[in-house]
């Protein structure tokens, strides 16, 4: 069963294709999974640390780190919370950051399922790219990826100096992108930042659902899906 639905806008269905010429892509829990990213990691770390090792299996470890990080969005880095857990652990900030940004880059993969669609979508003329908030890391998890050189455009907020959900970023992928904002689509997972953005600049939007209930107070995306790949028959592919 398909769980591409309508949900609310009235702009499309199930088994209707949208007429669009271009799609731009959130990058995390949109075309790359960070949570499977960020277990990967943690079990790196838990192989590098005796004190860990010591202490824990290497599962339990592997969940006790993924809660300190609460999904990227924890009040201080992770590995604050590692260092209080294990004393013995004595890397400084420095180290940890440096360690970080040169090893969860390459814990990131594409899956075959993302890979095939953007095969299609390419076969099928559509173009597509990224926009997506954060530092240089960004760049570094989409080289590791493979999807750099496929893009037909990445946009990463610290680059360009504004962040989604403002309009210019939008603005700037669409033109990168050579498609107007009424003939492109949006995909996305945060309803904050991908679909009011996108939605204020006048292109469609597909939220990525993973589980979740949309917010009250976000507008509404044109299309719920559950995962990206689901986006296949909204596009014809
Ligand atoms: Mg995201």
């Known amino acids: 069963m398909s769980s591409l639905y309508l949900s609310g806008r009235g702009s499309g269905g199930v088994g209707r294709t ?3 010429s271009g799609v731009l892509f959130d990058l995390d829990d949109t075309l790359i999974d960070r949570g499977s990213a960020f277990r990967r990691l943690a ?3 838990y192989d590098a640390e005796p004190a860990i090792r010591n202490s824990h299996t290497r599962n339990e470890a592997v969940r006790l780190i993924e809660e300190f990080d609460k999904g990227g969005y924890s009040a201080k880095p992770y590995w604050w919370y590692v260092r209080e857990r294990w004393p013995e652990i004595k890397r400084s900030d420095p180290e940890f950051t440096t360690w970080h940004e040169v090893t969860f880059p390459w814990c990131f993969e594409a899956s075959q ?3 095939r669609l953007l095969d299609d979508m ?6 597509w790219g990224i926009i997506t908030n954060g530092g240089p890391i960004q760049r570094r998890k989409i080289a590791a990826c493979g999807l750099g050189d496929r893009a037909r455009c990445v946009v990463v907020s ?3 100096g504004i962040a989604k959900p403002d309009s210019v970023i939008f603005e700037d992928g669409l033109k990168r992108l050579g498609v107007s904002a009424s003939s492109a689509l949006f995909a996305g997972d945060n309803p904050y930042t991908d679909i009011a953005g996108a939605h204020a600049v006048g292109m469609k939007t597909a939220w990525v659902r993973m589980g979740r209930d949309y917010p009250q107070d976000a507008p509404r995306p044109d299309y719920t899906i559950e995962r990206v790949t689901d986006l296949r028959p909204l596009l014809g592919l």
Do not use: H, M, T, W
């Not at 390419?122 to 173009?127: E, K």
């Open 122 to 127: 390419d076969r099928a003329n559509l173009q």
């Open 113 to 115: 399922g993302v890979l």
């Open 158 to 160: 610290s680059e360009v």
């Open 43 to 45: 079990g790196k770390l």
């Open 18 to 20: 949208l007429k669009i």
